[in-house]
């Protein structure tokens, strides 16, 4: 049972359910009469934020919660599940949807409807300080590793057993190939259903429209269209963007995102999910292959990730610029209820969910020697990563 699961006791006659609390931090109060207590401030998803003050003065009306001990409801929470960002603040990471930061901000957007707080530098302060609608300031000299251990504890990638590494492309030349096994396993063959997905780990945004691989097998790609802040969908069997069909349906990929084909032979329906781990994915849209690209169905034995053209001119194909990691592929349709468990699976290793079994791919990318890339269930064989470095397998570092 997870934290978001479970309503948590936070002092006699306070419970708060755990899928609501956004972050819990500690604070001291300054000035008046309260002026030196200590404080635990609770946020709450779509709802005021609520003050616990360790204090022997009753409060008025909902001007505060008063508890007995900051410092056990704080750890009360930590224990449970909450993840310490720095010290003395505690965030429940499944209800955080967007980061945007710079050297003196960090901007937290809670998923859905649940409100936006802003932690910025502040060089009146000496310690951690509400100011009040979501707002808090940190330190000026203690904002660097704030910011710093906020989104290493954040990682786009749950730490521990999902991901200890990752790989970077640099966009240049270097790719994951693996030379055999595909025949079988028909990942982009168009006459077989299949599945694939990928976790996105930084993805550099670019607005030149140009077309970069994603997979393939063969001459048969699956590239992602560059337009600025969206990006589009386009397959073809000619190993090049030029001739490519696409979907009309431009949407961000954001770091940390997985991304998620599934083909329908029967239909020659591919279908693009999309989403953050955690969170349900949204179908962003369903391409259906069409005469042309089936007629000239040219998939291989080998299977890669992120391989270009090498081209220059028309035909253009880039190699993927970014990090990847946790590649997983299906000989068959994954559908919806294995579908939404592989998005909202986090924090445990893949091989102890329960859509593990029907996998014939798992390669946890960055894990291996430099510069071995293994299929752990064996569809695929033969991995490595090409014109790369050592440097390119990255550990993700954790607390």
């Given at each position: 049972m997870t934290f978001s699961d479970t309503f948590h006791q936070i002092t006699d006659g306070l419970r708060l359910n755990g899928a609501a609390i956004v972050y819990a931090s500690k604070f001291t109060q300054q000035g008046g009469t309260m002026s030196g207590t200590l404080?635990?401030?609770?946020?709450?998803?779509?709802?005021?934020?609520?003050?616990?003050?360790?204090?022997?003065?009753?409060?008025?009306?909902?001007?505060y919660v008063q508890i007995a001990d900051r410092d056990a409801a704080y750890q009360l929470l930590f224990g449970q599940g909450m993840t310490e960002v720095f010290t003395g603040t505690l965030v429940n990471a499944l209800l955080i949807g967007r980061l945007e930061y710079d050297d003196s901000r960090l901007t937290v957007d809670v998923v859905g409807a649940g409100g936006r707080y802003v932690f910025k530098s502040d060089a009146q302060i000496s310690e951690a300080t509400p100011l009040g609608g979501g707002v808090w300031g940190i330190p000026t000299p203690?904002?660097?590793?704030?910011?710093?251990?906020?989104?290493?504890?954040?990682?786009?990638?749950?730490?521990?057993?999902?991901?200890?590494?990752?790989?970077?492309?640099?966009?240049?030349?270097?790719?994951?190939?693996?030379t055999g096994g595909n025949t079988v396993a028909g990942y982009l063959d168009w006459t077989k259903d299949w599945t694939i997905g990928i976790t996105i780990v930084g993805y550099p945004q670019y607005?030149?429209?140009?077309?970069?691989?994603?997979?393939?097998?063969?001459?048969?790609?699956?590239?992602?269209?560059?337009?600025?802040?969206?990006?589009?969908?386009?397959?073809?069997?000619?190993?090049?963007g030029y001739a490519s069909q696409g979907i009309n349906t431009w949407v961000p990929i954001n770091d940390g995102d997985r991304i998620q084909f599934e083909y329908s032979s029967s239909s020659n329906q591919l279908r693009y999910f999309k989403?953050?781990?955690?969170?349900?994915?949204?179908?962003?849209?369903?391409?259906?292959?069409?005469?042309?690209?089936?007629?000239?169905?040219?998939?291989?034995?080998?299977?890669?990730?992120?391989?270009g053209n090498?081209?220059?001119?028309?035909?253009?194909?880039?190699?993927?610029?970014?990090?990847?990691?946790?590649?997983?592929?299906q000989s068959g349709e994954m559908g919806t209820s294995a579908r939404i468990a592989y998005f909202e699976s986090i924090g445990e290793a893949y091989d102890e969910q329960p859509w593990y079994g029907d996998l014939a791919s798992w390669a946890m990318l960055g894990e291996d020697t430099y510069p071995t890339v293994t299929d752990t269930k064996g569809a695929l064989t033969g991995g490595e990563l090409m014109n790369g470095t050592s440097d390119d397998f990255v550990v993700i570092e954790t607390p």
């Open positions: 404080g635990l401030e609770i946020a709450i998803a779509s709802d005021p934020n609520i003050t616990l003050l360790q204090t022997d003065k009753p409060p008025a009306a909902n001007e203690l904002f660097p590793a704030f910011k710093t251990q906020a989104l290493t504890a954040l990682s786009t990638l749950p730490s521990g057993t999902q991901a200890s590494s990752y790989i970077a492309f640099a966009g240049t030349d270097d790719y994951v190939n693996f607005s030149d429209s140009k077309y970069q691989c994603l997979f393939a097998s063969g001459n048969n790609v699956i590239m992602i269209r560059r337009g600025g802040t969206n990006q589009s969908l386009y397959v073809a069997s000619n190993n090049t989403g953050p781990a955690g969170q349900v994915p949204v179908l962003v849209g369903t391409l259906v292959v069409n005469a042309t690209t089936l007629a000239g169905n040219d998939p291989g034995d080998d299977f890669a990730i992120g391989r090498g081209l220059d001119n028309y035909q253009e194909l880039l190699h993927w610029d970014g990090g990847v990691n946790n590649f997983i592929g």
